[in-house]
Nanobody
Framework: QVHLVESGGGLVQAGGSLKLSCVASGRAVNTYPMGWFRQVPGKEREFVAAIDWSGGVTKYADFVKGRFTIFRVAAKNAVYLHMDLLEPEDTAVYSC?????????????????WGQGTQVTVSS
């Protein structure tokens, strides 16, 4: 079992920054690729970013456009999503997820464990 807890969401003005955290607990959590997804009510969950177990491989959604950075700190069993230049369109519930395979995936169905999410609201 893997348990994921996100934090760091909140209300920020357009152009501002936030850093989301996802702390993982459970067996061998630092060996799993991890991802961040987001969801707006009434819409499907969409991929944001993902990272492999070592931190050496990252993938991003096109809409990130270099504004977001995903990284992990093994000593803290944590994965982070640093978001700059936030836009109102980035408003969503952001969730982290763990993938028990060795690959870095961008599809929701590939992930096995999910956190409950943290709300990010960007005002214009």
């Amino acid at each position: 079992q893997v348990h994921l807890v996100e934090s760091g969401g909140g209300l920020v003005q357009a152009g501002g920054s936030l850093k989301l955290s996802c702390v993982a607990s459970g067996r061998a959590v630092n060996t799993y690729p991890m991802g961040w997804f987001r969801q707006v009510p009434g819409k499907e969950r969409e991929f944001v970013a993902a990272i492999d177990w070592s931190g050496g491989v990252t993938k991003y959604a096109d809409f990130v456009k270099g504004r977001f950075t995903i990284f992990r700190v093994a000593a803290k069993n944590a994965v982070y999503l640093h978001m700059d230049l936030l836009e109102p369109e980035d408003t969503a519930v952001y969730s982290c997820a763990a993938d028990l395979s060795a690959e870095v995936h961008t599809t929701e169905s590939a992930y096995d464990y999910w956190g409950q999410g943290t709300q990010v609201t960007v005002s214009s």
